[in-house]
């Protein structure tokens, strides 16, 4: 139990595209939802915690308007990043919370972004 | 602020001997932490997680120790193998969010 799916598992776009990353609780209902960046050979840095039905809350310096996050449903989480450039390339890793009673985090398997 | 700092950075080991990755951070008030793998270009794998009330967790030949009133916690890997080698990262979760440290790149000479 307690399994995170994300899709795609790699993407890769142009310059000034938009994409749309998918976060999946499969068999367990999801209170909170996180997205994390990481880049190359750094560690996993949090970007924004999303709860179900509302807005999500962003780290300090981690543009909210670049990166879209919505929490529609107990069970998904998406995150969109706009008019995306190469810096943006990264692998974005998702992680929910509900999945036992210790309120652990269970992560995604990661998405590899990179933009042309 | 929590800040996890994770000792040594890089570590090279021959095949079979015993191993500690250190892991501190700076503020005693966490929920849990947990060890994690990650291999080169994927996602992560959970190892052992630490209620804050514990003080040590173990899975086959990984041991993890947590002294919440030092901020330590460590990894014990007996027996190394090759297919040890990979990143271990170390992770304070505060129940609002998880803090990573920067991880140890492990490698296991065989």
């Known amino acids: 139990g307690a399994v995170v799916s994300q899709h795609p598992s790699w993407v890769i776009c142009k310059s000034g595209t938009s994409v749309k990353i998918e976060c999946r609780s499969l068999?367990?209902?999801?209170?909170?939802m996180f997205w994390y960046r990481q880049f190359p050979k750094q560690s996993l840095m949090l970007m924004a915690t999303?709860?179900?039905?509302?807005?999500?809350?962003?780290e300090q310096g981690v543009e909210k308007d670049k990166f879209l996050i919505n929490h529609a449903s107990l069970t998904l989480s998406t995150l969109t990043v706009t008019s995306a450039h190469p810096e943006d390339s990264s692998f974005y890793i998702c992680?929910?919370?509900?999945?036992?009673?210790?309120?652990?985090?269970?992560f995604g398997p990661g998405t590899r972004l990179t933009v042309l | 602020k929590q800040e996890v700092t994770q000792i040594p950075a890089a570590l090279s080991v021959p095949e079979g001997e015993n191993l500690v990755l250190n892991c501190s951070f700076t503020?005693?008030?966490?929920?849990?932490l947990q060890w994690f793998r990650q291999d080169p270009g994927k996602g992560l794998t959970s190892l052992l997680l630490?209620?804050?009330?514990?003080r040590e967790q173990t899975s086959g030949r990984l041991n993890a120790s947590l002294d919440k009133s030092s901020g330590r916690s460590t990894l014990y890997i007996a027996a190394s193998q090759p297919g040890d080698s990979a990143t271990y990262l170390c992770?304070?979760?505060?129940?609002?969010?998880?803090?990573f440290g920067k991880g140890t790149r492990l490698h296991i000479l065989p």
């Open positions: 068999d367990f209902q999801a209170t909170t």
């Open positions: 992770a304070v979760d505060r129940d609002d969010k998880i803090i």
């Open positions: 503020d005693s008030a966490i929920y849990n």
């Open positions: 999303s709860n179900e039905g509302s807005k999500a809350t962003y």
């Open positions: 630490i209620q804050s009330s514990q």
């Open positions: 992680s929910a919370r509900g999945g036992n009673s210790y309120n652990e985090q269970f």
